[in-house]
């Protein structure tokens, strides 16, 4: 039985790392490290970051893939896929790292800091008003396990949260809005948005000038998604006529971001190089050691892939 890691050492951690680390928590496995491939015949398992189907072989005996990616709309069509099921490598609990900041960015333009960085830059004493966190409606659109740790310290914190969710939901401890049909009436009520949508078909360019418009003006958007939710010439305008306050990318389209994009010095945006959270190898490795463990025993994957839907 092996697992081959396809460039997962390229982006995190090292060659040995991957190896001491599954030594460590799942010893019975042989790790081979693309491209030793080696008998083809003896993978059970893939695990990769961005694969690319055209070169990699077919495996015979293979029983689940898992993708660390933050999504896989890029190949998850891919004609060579091999029909196994896919697994996303994530904790859980979500994770601390994406809690923290999203809450951060969430506090930065509820205590308005962009506005009094640009008042100590003019060596303004800015006097305004400050708006309590009750009086600040915080809506995640996608509410799923990266996105409810930070809505619930933000509750917590006494701000009113609500999801938008593709399918109804009953029991979580937010208020869910769901469908297109739900779209605006959350959106009328979002003072800021954060967006953690899968990227699908429909939810491409979800943050248009149709969706802007819809919001409170003076909303703000965060968007640790991916790039292509968000139209950047209509998110400009938007910012420009004051519809929107402020926004803060995370995740744009292309990457990294071009030299001439208009995004990078406007007074109302905060560009981040794709670095909300960064998980260990022994986080990983331990999310790949639980989901095998289940499989072996006769179970599924823990976070099992839709590959109709995307996500």
């Known amino acids: 039985m092996a697992l081959l890691i396809v460039d997962l050492d390229k982006y995190i951690g ?6 001491d680390t599954f030594a460590e928590q799942l010893p019975e496995m042989e790790i081979r490290i693309w491209p030793e491939a080696n008998k083809l015949d003896e993978i059970e398992y893939l695990a990769f970051m961005h694969p690319n189907f055209d070169i990699l072989p077919e495996f015979p005996k293979l029983k689940a893939m898992f993708s660390r990616s933050a999504g ?7 004609p ?11 904790p859980p609990g979500g994770d601390p790292m994406m809690t923290e900041y999203v809450v951060m960015h969430v506090l930065r333009f509820h205590r308005d800091m962009p506005g009094y960085q640009q008042a100590q830059a003019n060596r303004e004493w ?3 008003t400050i708006v309590r966190p009750e009086q600040r409606r915080v809506g995640f659109l996608g509410y799923g396990m990266m996105a409810k740790g930070p809505a619930l310290v933000l509750k ?5 949260v609500s999801a938008w969710v593709r399918n109804p939901r009953e029991g979580e401890e937010i208020p869910i809005f769901h469908g297109p049909g739900q779209l605006e009436p959350f959106l009328n009520q979002t003072d800021i948005a954060v967006c953690l949508l899968p990227l699908t078909r429909e939810t491409e360019g979800i943050f248009c000038a149709r969706t802007f418009a819809m919001m409170p003006k003076g909303a703000m958007l965060i968007n640790v998604g991916r790039g292509k939710h968000v139209v950047d010439a209509d ?12 926004a803060a990318l995370d995740a744009l389209w292309p990457e ?6 208009p995004l990078w010095l406007h007074p109302k945006v905060t560009v981040m190089p794709h670095v909300a959270r960064r998980p260990t190898v022994a986080q990983l490795v331990t999310e790949i050691a639980a989901n095998i463990r289940n499989v072996e025993a006769g179970g599924r994957l823990l976070q099992e892939v839709d590959k109709a839907t995307g996500y």
């Open 14 to 19: 090292n060659t040995k790392l991957w190896r």
């Open 72 to 78: 896989v709309e890029t190949f998850v069509n891919h």
């Open 80 to 90: 060579r896929l091999p029909k196994v099921p896919l697994g996303k490598i994530e």
């Open 126 to 128: 800015r006097r305004t």
């Open 156 to 160: 917590s914190l006494g701000f009113p």
């Open 235 to 246: 998110l400009i305008q938007a910012l420009d006529s004051g519809q929107l306050a402020y």
């Open 256 to 261: 990294p971001l071009p030299q001439n994009s």
